[in-house]
């Protein structure tokens, strides 16, 4: 069973940095193109950056330069680094197994875990 795990959202001011962690199970992660997908209230699901087996990573417009994806392999674990947080990342922040845009399709929703919020507010 495909197991993804979130952990490292809270409440913080603008300005302020998180990281983000996804702790997996299930698979061979080392294997797999993973991803950052994140929901704001009432909104649809956004994508916000992937990385792939070589370390090559994407990130939308939204969040470049100020979030970076990273993975340890070893760990099974995937990571995101947010800084200079805006009230805008406001969202429910889910780890996705697979690349950019094609996590969002319903058939991936199998592969996400069970998100972890991320509260900007002063």
């Known amino acids: 069973e495909v197991q993804l795990v979130e952990s490292g959202g809270g409440m913080v001011q603008p300005g302020a940095s998180l990281r983000l962690s996804c702790a997996t199970a299930?698979?061979?992660?080392?294997?797999?193109?993973m991803s950052w997908v994140r929901q704001a209230p009432g909104k649809g699901p956004e994508w916000v950056s992937s990385?792939?087996?070589?370390?090559?990573?994407s990130a939308a417009a939204s969040v470049k330069g100020r979030f970076t994806i990273s993975r340890d392999n070893a760990k099974k674990t995937l990571y995101l680094q947010m800084n200079s947080l805006k009230p805008e990342d406001t969202a429910l922040y889910y780890c996705?197994?697979?690349?950019?845009?094609?996590?969002?399709?319903?058939?991936?929703?199998?592969?996400w875990g069970q998100g972890t919020q991320v509260t900007v507010s002063s």
């Open positions: 996705a197994r697979g690349w950019g845009m094609e996590t969002l399709k319903p058939a991936s929703r199998d592969y």
């Open positions: 299930g698979f061979s992660f080392e294997m797999f193109e």
């Open positions: 990385i792939n087996t070589f370390g090559d990573r």
